[in-house]
Protein backbone atom coordinates (compact mmCIF):
# COMPACT_ATOMS: atom_id res chain seq x y z
CA UNK A 1 0.00 0.00 0.00
CA UNK A 2 1.45 3.42 -0.82
CA UNK A 3 0.44 6.48 0.70
CA UNK A 4 -0.18 8.93 -2.37
CA UNK A 5 -3.31 6.80 -3.01
CA UNK A 6 -6.75 6.86 -2.87
CA UNK A 7 -7.03 3.62 -1.05
CA UNK A 8 -4.80 4.70 1.73
CA UNK A 9 -5.70 8.37 2.06
CA UNK A 10 -9.71 7.77 1.64
CA UNK A 11 -9.90 4.28 3.33
CA UNK A 12 -7.07 3.27 5.43
CA UNK A 13 -6.18 5.96 7.28
CA UNK A 14 -9.65 6.74 8.18
CA UNK A 15 -10.64 3.69 9.34
CA UNK A 16 -7.51 3.15 11.54
CA UNK A 17 -8.14 7.05 13.26
CA UNK A 18 -11.25 5.96 13.60
CA UNK A 19 -10.58 2.88 15.35
CA UNK A 20 -7.55 4.66 17.29
CA UNK A 21 -9.60 7.46 18.99
CA UNK A 22 -12.45 4.94 19.91
CA UNK A 23 -10.10 2.86 21.68
CA UNK A 24 -8.57 3.19 25.05
CA UNK A 25 -5.90 4.77 26.11
CA UNK A 26 -3.78 1.62 27.43
CA UNK A 27 -5.15 -0.13 24.49
CA UNK A 28 -3.70 2.17 21.58
CA UNK A 29 -0.62 0.03 20.94
CA UNK A 30 -2.73 -2.59 19.87
CA UNK A 31 -4.33 -0.90 17.19
CA UNK A 32 -1.11 0.88 16.19
CA UNK A 33 0.28 -2.86 15.70
CA UNK A 34 -2.33 -4.70 14.01
CA UNK A 35 -2.66 -1.30 11.51
CA UNK A 36 0.97 -1.69 10.76
CA UNK A 37 1.10 -5.40 10.07
CA UNK A 38 -2.17 -4.90 8.07
CA UNK A 39 -0.19 -2.21 6.13
CA UNK A 40 2.98 -4.23 5.84
CA UNK A 41 1.17 -7.54 4.98
CA UNK A 42 -0.93 -5.80 2.26
CA UNK A 43 2.60 -5.80 0.03
CA UNK A 44 3.25 -9.59 1.05
CA UNK A 45 1.56 -10.58 3.75
CA UNK A 46 4.04 -13.61 4.33
CA UNK A 47 7.03 -10.81 5.31
CA UNK A 48 4.65 -9.56 8.64
CA UNK A 49 5.66 -12.70 10.04
CA UNK A 50 9.86 -11.91 9.11
CA UNK A 51 9.17 -7.85 10.67
CA UNK A 52 7.25 -9.78 14.11
CA UNK A 53 10.11 -12.67 14.28
CA UNK A 54 13.20 -9.79 13.88
CA UNK A 55 10.91 -7.53 16.56
CA UNK A 56 10.76 -10.65 18.62
CA UNK A 57 14.36 -12.12 18.84
CA UNK A 58 15.45 -7.93 19.31
CA UNK A 59 13.51 -7.42 22.11
CA UNK A 60 15.14 -10.65 23.92
CA UNK A 61 18.12 -9.89 23.22
CA UNK A 62 17.25 -6.69 25.12
CA UNK A 63 15.72 -8.29 27.92
CA UNK A 64 18.48 -10.56 27.98
CA UNK A 65 21.16 -7.79 27.87
CA UNK A 66 19.25 -6.33 31.63
CA UNK A 67 18.59 -9.54 33.14
CA UNK A 68 22.42 -10.86 33.11
CA UNK A 69 24.84 -9.92 35.56
CA UNK A 70 27.92 -9.76 34.36
CA UNK A 71 29.45 -7.34 31.44
CA UNK A 72 30.76 -10.76 29.18
CA UNK A 73 27.11 -12.02 29.20
CA UNK A 74 25.37 -8.41 28.73
CA UNK A 75 27.71 -7.69 25.76
CA UNK A 76 27.35 -11.70 24.55
CA UNK A 77 23.64 -10.70 24.40
CA UNK A 78 23.83 -7.82 22.58
CA UNK A 79 26.78 -9.40 20.07
CA UNK A 80 23.47 -11.99 19.31
CA UNK A 81 20.93 -9.36 18.79
CA UNK A 82 22.69 -6.96 16.48
CA UNK A 83 24.68 -9.96 14.28
CA UNK A 84 21.29 -11.30 14.11
CA UNK A 85 19.33 -8.07 12.61
CA UNK A 86 22.30 -8.01 10.59
CA UNK A 87 22.28 -11.30 8.90
CA UNK A 88 18.17 -11.08 8.26
CA UNK A 89 19.41 -7.76 6.38
CA UNK A 90 22.66 -8.84 4.51
CA UNK A 91 20.16 -12.16 3.34
CA UNK A 92 17.95 -10.83 1.70
CA UNK A 93 19.37 -7.34 0.76
CA UNK A 94 22.97 -8.18 -0.30
CA UNK A 95 23.30 -12.36 -0.82
CA UNK A 96 22.22 -11.78 -4.52
CA UNK A 97 24.65 -8.56 -4.93
CA UNK A 98 27.18 -11.30 -3.02
CA UNK A 99 26.44 -13.81 -5.20
CA UNK A 100 26.52 -12.63 -8.50
CA UNK A 101 29.74 -10.68 -7.86
CA UNK A 102 30.94 -14.27 -6.93
CA UNK A 103 29.94 -15.13 -9.93
CA UNK A 104 31.31 -12.55 -12.27
CA UNK A 105 34.97 -13.90 -10.95
CA UNK A 106 34.40 -17.29 -11.21
CA UNK A 107 33.16 -16.70 -14.93
CA UNK A 108 36.38 -14.46 -15.43
CA UNK A 109 38.71 -16.99 -13.91
CA UNK A 110 37.65 -19.83 -15.57
CA UNK A 111 35.43 -21.18 -13.99
CA UNK A 112 31.44 -22.43 -13.56
CA UNK A 113 29.57 -19.78 -12.16
CA UNK A 114 27.16 -20.31 -9.53
CA UNK A 115 23.68 -21.52 -9.37
CA UNK A 116 21.89 -19.04 -7.05
CA UNK A 117 18.37 -17.49 -6.81
CA UNK A 118 17.08 -14.65 -6.45
CA UNK A 119 15.73 -12.82 -3.32
CA UNK A 120 12.97 -10.51 -2.87
CA UNK A 121 13.56 -7.68 -0.49
CA UNK A 122 11.20 -7.02 1.97
CA UNK A 123 10.12 -3.08 1.67
CA UNK A 124 11.12 -1.32 5.04
CA UNK A 125 13.93 -3.87 6.12
CA UNK A 126 16.76 -1.37 5.76
CA UNK A 127 14.92 1.37 8.21
CA UNK A 128 13.74 -1.41 10.67
CA UNK A 129 16.81 -3.40 10.92
CA UNK A 130 18.44 -0.07 11.59
CA UNK A 131 15.43 0.87 14.05
CA UNK A 132 16.68 -2.55 16.24
CA UNK A 133 20.26 -2.38 15.96
CA UNK A 134 19.71 1.09 17.81
CA UNK A 135 17.57 0.09 20.39
CA UNK A 136 19.25 -2.48 21.48
CA UNK A 137 22.95 -0.68 21.58
CA UNK A 138 20.56 1.91 23.61
CA UNK A 139 19.82 -0.53 26.12
CA UNK A 140 23.04 -1.79 26.43
CA UNK A 141 24.31 1.65 26.79
CA UNK A 142 21.62 2.31 29.34
CA UNK A 143 20.49 4.98 27.21
CA UNK A 144 16.81 4.29 27.18
CA UNK A 145 14.62 2.84 29.63
CA UNK A 146 13.32 -1.00 28.66
CA UNK A 147 9.62 -1.14 26.86
CA UNK A 148 7.04 -1.91 30.25
CA UNK A 149 4.75 -3.89 27.70
CA UNK A 150 5.95 -5.70 24.72
CA UNK A 151 2.88 -4.25 22.62
CA UNK A 152 4.69 -0.81 23.09
CA UNK A 153 7.78 -2.33 21.11
CA UNK A 154 6.21 -4.13 18.71
CA UNK A 155 3.92 -1.43 17.87
CA UNK A 156 7.00 0.97 17.71
CA UNK A 157 9.22 -1.60 15.53
CA UNK A 158 6.25 -1.46 13.18
CA UNK A 159 5.08 1.75 13.09
CA UNK A 160 3.36 2.08 9.28
CA UNK A 161 3.45 5.77 9.13
CA UNK A 162 7.54 5.67 8.85
CA UNK A 163 8.24 1.80 8.57
CA UNK A 164 8.92 1.92 4.52
CA UNK A 165 10.84 5.05 4.42
CA UNK A 166 11.91 7.05 7.54
CA UNK A 167 12.52 9.34 9.49
CA UNK A 168 14.46 6.56 11.22
CA UNK A 169 13.20 6.48 14.70
CA UNK A 170 14.86 5.48 17.91
CA UNK A 171 12.67 4.29 20.62
CA UNK A 172 14.88 6.12 23.32
CA UNK A 173 13.15 9.16 21.68
CA UNK A 174 9.88 7.32 21.57
CA UNK A 175 9.69 5.43 25.04
CA UNK A 176 8.22 8.71 27.10
CA UNK A 177 5.73 9.30 24.38
CA UNK A 178 4.11 5.66 24.59
CA UNK A 179 3.25 6.32 28.19
CA UNK A 180 2.32 9.47 27.97
CA UNK A 181 1.37 11.94 24.74
CA UNK A 182 -0.94 14.21 24.06
CA UNK A 183 -3.99 14.19 21.70
CA UNK A 184 -5.63 17.34 20.85
CA UNK A 185 -7.48 18.74 17.92
CA UNK A 186 -4.79 21.58 17.63
CA UNK A 187 -1.83 18.62 17.12
CA UNK A 188 -4.36 16.92 14.91
CA UNK A 189 -4.36 19.86 12.74
CA UNK A 190 -1.18 20.39 12.26
CA UNK A 191 -0.76 16.70 11.40
CA UNK A 192 -3.24 16.60 8.51
CA UNK A 193 -1.38 20.00 7.02
CA UNK A 194 1.97 17.59 7.23
CA UNK A 195 0.16 14.93 5.72
CA UNK A 196 -1.70 17.15 2.78
CA UNK A 197 1.86 19.03 2.00
CA UNK A 198 3.54 16.09 1.96
CA UNK A 199 1.31 14.25 -0.33
CA UNK A 200 1.64 17.73 -3.08
CA UNK A 201 5.24 17.56 -2.40
CA UNK A 202 5.53 13.68 -3.62
CA UNK A 203 2.23 14.02 -6.26
CA UNK A 204 2.03 17.14 -7.97
CA UNK A 205 6.43 17.74 -7.71
CA UNK A 206 8.31 14.75 -7.63
CA UNK A 207 5.64 12.72 -9.69
CA UNK A 208 5.73 15.31 -12.69
CA UNK A 209 9.94 15.44 -12.52
CA UNK A 210 9.69 11.45 -12.87
CA UNK A 211 9.13 11.03 -16.27
CA UNK A 212 11.55 13.68 -17.05
CA UNK A 213 14.49 12.01 -15.14
CA UNK A 214 13.77 8.65 -16.81
CA UNK A 215 13.73 9.53 -20.06
CA UNK A 216 17.35 11.09 -19.58
CA UNK A 217 18.82 7.99 -17.67
CA UNK A 218 17.45 5.86 -20.10
CA UNK A 219 18.70 7.85 -23.37
CA UNK A 220 21.70 6.23 -24.85
CA UNK A 221 23.84 9.03 -25.57
CA UNK A 222 22.42 12.29 -23.62
CA UNK A 223 23.98 15.68 -25.23
CA UNK A 224 24.84 18.28 -22.08
CA UNK A 225 21.93 20.09 -22.02
CA UNK A 226 19.61 16.81 -21.69
CA UNK A 227 22.55 15.04 -19.39
CA UNK A 228 21.75 18.26 -16.99
CA UNK A 229 18.27 18.70 -17.30
CA UNK A 230 17.45 14.91 -16.29
CA UNK A 231 20.78 15.00 -13.21
CA UNK A 232 18.46 18.33 -11.96
CA UNK A 233 15.21 16.84 -12.57
CA UNK A 234 16.46 13.76 -10.57
CA UNK A 235 17.82 16.17 -7.77
CA UNK A 236 14.98 17.48 -7.09
CA UNK A 237 12.64 14.58 -7.76
CA UNK A 238 14.49 13.03 -5.16
CA UNK A 239 14.05 15.67 -2.51
CA UNK A 240 9.96 16.10 -3.05
CA UNK A 241 9.47 12.16 -3.00
CA UNK A 242 11.50 11.52 -0.09
CA UNK A 243 11.10 14.69 2.02
CA UNK A 244 7.01 14.36 1.06
CA UNK A 245 7.59 10.68 2.43
CA UNK A 246 8.95 12.10 5.70
CA UNK A 247 6.69 14.86 5.75
CA UNK A 248 3.42 12.86 5.24
CA UNK A 249 4.91 10.11 8.43
CA UNK A 250 5.22 13.23 10.48
CA UNK A 251 2.02 14.49 9.87
CA UNK A 252 0.60 10.63 10.59
CA UNK A 253 2.51 10.47 13.64
CA UNK A 254 1.00 13.94 15.10
CA UNK A 255 -2.29 12.50 14.32
CA UNK A 256 -1.91 9.73 17.10
CA UNK A 257 -0.10 12.13 19.29
CA UNK A 258 3.34 11.39 18.45
CA UNK A 259 6.02 13.69 17.79
CA UNK A 260 8.85 12.04 15.12
CA UNK A 261 12.41 14.05 14.60
CA UNK A 262 12.27 16.13 11.42
CA UNK A 263 14.35 14.60 8.41
CA UNK A 264 15.35 17.65 6.18
CA UNK A 265 16.42 21.56 6.75
CA UNK A 266 16.33 23.07 3.62
CA UNK A 267 19.25 20.57 2.08
CA UNK A 268 20.45 22.54 -0.97
CA UNK A 269 20.86 25.59 0.56
CA UNK A 270 24.03 23.73 2.22
CA UNK A 271 27.46 25.81 1.79
CA UNK A 272 29.50 22.64 2.22
CA UNK A 273 29.04 18.69 1.83
CA UNK A 274 29.18 18.60 5.79
CA UNK A 275 26.46 20.91 5.82
CA UNK A 276 24.42 18.79 3.46
CA UNK A 277 24.59 15.35 5.91
CA UNK A 278 23.15 18.22 8.55
CA UNK A 279 20.31 19.31 6.49
CA UNK A 280 19.39 15.93 4.34
CA UNK A 281 18.14 12.61 5.89
CA UNK A 282 19.04 14.29 9.40
CA UNK A 283 17.78 10.55 10.99
CA UNK A 284 20.13 8.73 9.29
CA UNK A 285 23.05 11.18 9.72
CA UNK A 286 22.53 11.39 13.35
CA UNK A 287 22.17 7.18 13.07
CA UNK A 288 25.64 7.01 11.51
CA UNK A 289 27.43 9.28 13.68
CA UNK A 290 25.86 8.10 16.98
CA UNK A 291 26.74 3.92 16.05
CA UNK A 292 28.97 3.75 13.59
CA UNK A 293 31.44 7.01 13.40
CA UNK A 294 31.82 7.28 17.21
CA UNK A 295 32.46 4.01 17.78
CA UNK A 296 35.06 3.07 14.96
CA UNK A 297 36.96 6.22 17.24
CA UNK A 298 35.19 9.57 15.65
CA UNK A 299 38.30 12.06 16.03
CA UNK A 300 39.70 11.11 19.05
CA UNK A 301 42.57 9.04 16.99
CA UNK A 302 44.20 11.34 15.77
CA UNK A 303 43.77 13.57 11.70
CA UNK A 304 44.05 10.32 9.03
CA UNK A 305 42.09 8.01 11.21
CA UNK A 306 39.27 10.64 11.71
CA UNK A 307 39.42 11.34 8.05
CA UNK A 308 39.27 7.14 7.45
CA UNK A 309 35.87 6.79 10.20
CA UNK A 310 34.78 9.49 7.92
CA UNK A 311 35.17 7.96 4.49
CA UNK A 312 34.38 4.68 6.17
CA UNK A 313 30.68 5.37 7.73
CA UNK A 314 30.03 7.35 4.61
CA UNK A 315 31.07 4.05 2.30
CA UNK A 316 28.85 1.76 4.88
CA UNK A 317 26.14 4.18 5.04
CA UNK A 318 25.98 4.14 0.99
CA UNK A 319 25.97 0.58 1.13
CA UNK A 320 23.09 1.10 3.13
CA UNK A 321 21.14 2.04 0.65
CA UNK A 322 21.14 -0.57 -1.82
CA UNK A 323 23.24 -4.08 -2.84
CA UNK A 324 25.25 -2.12 -6.10
CA UNK A 325 28.27 -0.51 -6.79
CA UNK A 326 27.11 2.24 -7.57
CA UNK A 327 25.97 3.20 -3.97
CA UNK A 328 29.22 2.55 -2.72
CA UNK A 329 31.12 4.52 -5.00
CA UNK A 330 27.93 7.57 -3.85
CA UNK A 331 29.21 6.61 -0.54
CA UNK A 332 32.79 7.20 -0.84
CA UNK A 333 32.37 10.66 -2.90
CA UNK A 334 30.27 12.10 -0.14
CA UNK A 335 33.08 10.91 2.40
CA UNK A 336 36.13 11.92 0.50
CA UNK A 337 34.65 15.08 0.33
CA UNK A 338 33.79 15.68 3.71
CA UNK A 339 37.25 14.06 4.72
CA UNK A 340 38.69 16.95 2.36
CA UNK A 341 36.58 19.79 4.05
CA UNK A 342 37.41 18.32 7.60
CA UNK A 343 41.19 18.77 6.37
CA UNK A 344 40.78 22.42 5.16
CA UNK A 345 39.25 23.03 8.37
CA UNK A 346 35.76 22.33 8.26
CA UNK A 347 34.69 21.58 11.91
CA UNK A 348 36.20 25.45 13.19
CA UNK A 349 34.36 26.86 10.04
CA UNK A 350 30.78 26.99 8.66
CA UNK A 351 32.19 26.49 5.05
CA UNK A 352 35.91 25.93 3.61
CA UNK A 353 34.81 27.11 -0.11
CA UNK A 354 34.82 30.96 -0.99
CA UNK A 355 31.83 32.42 0.36
CA UNK A 356 30.36 33.22 -3.49
CA UNK A 357 31.68 29.56 -4.54
CA UNK A 358 30.19 28.21 -1.53
CA UNK A 359 26.41 27.41 -2.51
CA UNK A 360 26.80 26.81 -6.14
CA UNK A 361 29.71 24.64 -5.43
CA UNK A 362 27.93 22.09 -3.03
CA UNK A 363 25.24 21.98 -5.05
CA UNK A 364 27.32 20.84 -8.20
CA UNK A 365 29.20 18.43 -6.04
CA UNK A 366 26.05 16.79 -5.19
CA UNK A 367 24.02 16.78 -7.99
CA UNK A 368 27.45 14.82 -9.31
CA UNK A 369 26.96 12.58 -6.48
CA UNK A 370 23.14 11.50 -7.39
CA UNK A 371 23.74 11.10 -10.46
CA UNK A 372 25.44 7.66 -9.80
CA UNK A 373 23.02 7.43 -6.78
CA UNK A 374 20.12 7.17 -9.45
CA UNK A 375 22.00 4.54 -12.34
CA UNK A 376 21.53 1.44 -12.66
CA UNK A 377 25.27 0.60 -12.99
CA UNK A 378 28.41 2.28 -13.33
CA UNK A 379 28.41 2.51 -16.40
CA UNK A 380 25.22 4.18 -17.10
CA UNK A 381 26.21 6.69 -15.31
CA UNK A 382 29.49 7.54 -17.19
CA UNK A 383 27.10 7.48 -20.19
CA UNK A 384 25.68 10.49 -17.93
CA UNK A 385 28.59 11.53 -16.53
CA UNK A 386 29.90 12.18 -20.35
CA UNK A 387 27.04 14.38 -21.67
CA UNK A 388 26.79 16.59 -18.54
CA UNK A 389 30.69 17.85 -19.58
CA UNK A 390 29.91 17.96 -22.96
CA UNK A 391 31.66 14.81 -24.49
CA UNK A 392 28.45 13.79 -26.12
CA UNK A 393 27.71 17.01 -27.70
CA UNK A 394 25.44 20.31 -26.83
CA UNK A 395 22.81 20.19 -29.41
CA UNK A 396 19.40 18.27 -28.23
CA UNK A 397 18.39 15.17 -29.92
CA UNK A 398 14.77 15.24 -31.55
CA UNK A 399 14.67 11.80 -30.31
CA UNK A 400 14.61 13.37 -26.64
CA UNK A 401 12.99 16.71 -27.45
CA UNK A 402 9.74 16.09 -28.62
CA UNK A 403 9.28 14.03 -25.20
CA UNK A 404 10.16 16.83 -22.66
CA UNK A 405 7.13 18.55 -21.72
CA UNK A 406 6.32 21.88 -20.70
CA UNK A 407 4.98 20.74 -17.85
CA UNK A 408 7.62 19.67 -16.22
CA UNK A 409 10.19 22.09 -17.35
CA UNK A 410 7.63 24.32 -15.53
CA UNK A 411 7.79 22.06 -12.32
CA UNK A 412 11.53 21.71 -12.46
CA UNK A 413 11.54 25.81 -11.97
CA UNK A 414 8.96 25.32 -8.89
CA UNK A 415 10.89 23.38 -7.66
CA UNK A 416 13.92 25.47 -8.00
CA UNK A 417 12.82 28.26 -6.51
CA UNK A 418 10.94 26.61 -3.68
CA UNK A 419 14.42 25.01 -2.83
CA UNK A 420 16.54 27.69 -2.94
CA UNK A 421 14.58 30.86 -2.34
CA UNK A 422 13.03 32.13 1.04
CA UNK A 423 9.29 33.22 1.66
CA UNK A 424 8.64 37.00 1.26
CA UNK A 425 7.66 38.43 4.30
CA UNK A 426 4.01 39.32 3.22
CA UNK A 427 3.75 35.71 2.26
CA UNK A 428 4.82 34.93 5.73
CA UNK A 429 2.79 37.08 7.39
CA UNK A 430 -0.39 36.32 5.50
CA UNK A 431 0.20 32.48 6.00
CA UNK A 432 0.01 32.37 9.76
CA UNK A 433 -3.48 33.22 9.55
CA UNK A 434 -5.38 30.03 10.01
CA UNK A 435 -7.95 30.80 7.35
CA UNK A 436 -5.96 31.19 5.04
CA UNK A 437 -3.64 28.02 5.74
CA UNK A 438 -6.55 26.36 6.18
CA UNK A 439 -7.76 26.79 2.20
CA UNK A 440 -4.61 26.77 0.44
CA UNK A 441 -4.27 23.45 2.05
CA UNK A 442 -8.23 22.38 1.17
CA UNK A 443 -7.32 23.81 -2.46
CA UNK A 444 -4.04 22.06 -2.49
CA UNK A 445 -5.23 18.25 -1.05
CA UNK A 446 -8.45 19.03 -4.29
CA UNK A 447 -5.58 19.31 -6.82
CA UNK A 448 -3.37 16.06 -5.46
CA UNK A 449 -6.56 14.24 -5.39
CA UNK A 450 -7.45 15.10 -9.07
CA UNK A 451 -3.75 14.49 -9.76
CA UNK A 452 -3.74 10.75 -7.88
CA UNK A 453 -7.00 9.97 -10.12
CA UNK A 454 -5.10 10.71 -13.33
CA UNK A 455 -2.00 8.95 -12.47
CA UNK A 456 -0.62 5.69 -12.47
CA UNK A 457 1.09 3.82 -9.73
CA UNK A 458 4.37 5.56 -8.69
CA UNK A 459 5.87 4.39 -5.54
CA UNK A 460 8.05 6.34 -3.34
CA UNK A 461 11.74 6.61 -4.21
CA UNK A 462 12.90 5.15 -1.27
CA UNK A 463 10.95 2.02 -0.84
CA UNK A 464 13.79 0.36 -2.41
CA UNK A 465 16.49 0.99 0.29
Same mark, same amino acid.
Given at each position: ???? *? ?14 ? /?? *? ?12 ? /? &? ?44 ? !??? %???? +? ?12 ? @????? $?? =? ?16 ? !? ?8 ? /? ?24 ? $????? +?? =????? !? ?37 ? @?? &?? *? ?6 ? %? ?29 ? @? ?181 ? &? ?20 ? !?
Amino acid at each position: MVFS *THLFVFLFVPAFLALY /YL *TPNRHKSYVICAAS /Y &AFYGWWRVEYVALIFGVSLLTYVASQLTLSLRTERGRRLALIFGVV !FDL %LVLA +YFKYAVFIASNVDA @FLILA $GQ =DGLDFFDVLLPIGISFHT !FQSISFLIDI /YRKDAQPPKRFIDFLAFSAMFPQLIA $GPVLR +YK =DLAHQ !FQNRVHSLDRFGKGMFRFVQGLAMKVLIADTLAPLADLI @FS &AS *TPGFWEAW %LGALAYTFQLFFDFAGYSAMAIGLGLMIGFD @FPENFNRPYISRSITEFWKRWHITLSSWLRDYLYIPLGGNRAGRWKTYRNIVLTMVLGGFWHGANWTFIVWGFWHGGLMALERALGAKNKSTVWPPYLALPLTFFLVVIGWVVFRSPSLSDSFVVYAGMFGLNGFAISPELSWQIRSSEITMLLLAATICFLPIPSPISTIWRAPFFRAATYL &ALFTIVTIKMSAQTYSPFLYFQ !F
